[in-house]
């Protein structure tokens, strides 16, 4: 797995550690819910304040 942070459009740089538990997290959190295919491509969240 492969993740990319974006802050204001600009892409923050993240070591191999912060990726795995990034993308380990969030993908654990996403198919837990219902709907959710497990054979899922990308998944993109936005967040904004």
């Known amino acids: ?3 990319k942070l ?3 459009g600009e ?3 993240l070591n191999e550690f912060v990726v ?7 993908a654990g959190a996403v ?7 497990k054979d ?3 998944i993109e969240i936005k ?3």
């Open 1 to 3: 797995m492969d993740a």
């Open 6 to 8: 974006f802050v204001d």
């Open 11 to 13: 892409e923050i740089e």
């Open 20 to 26: 795995k538990i990034l993308s380990g997290t969030i």
């Open 31 to 37: 198919t837990s819910l219902r709907g959710i295919k």
């Open 40 to 42: 899922w491509k990308t």
């Open 47 to 49: 967040v904004t304040r």
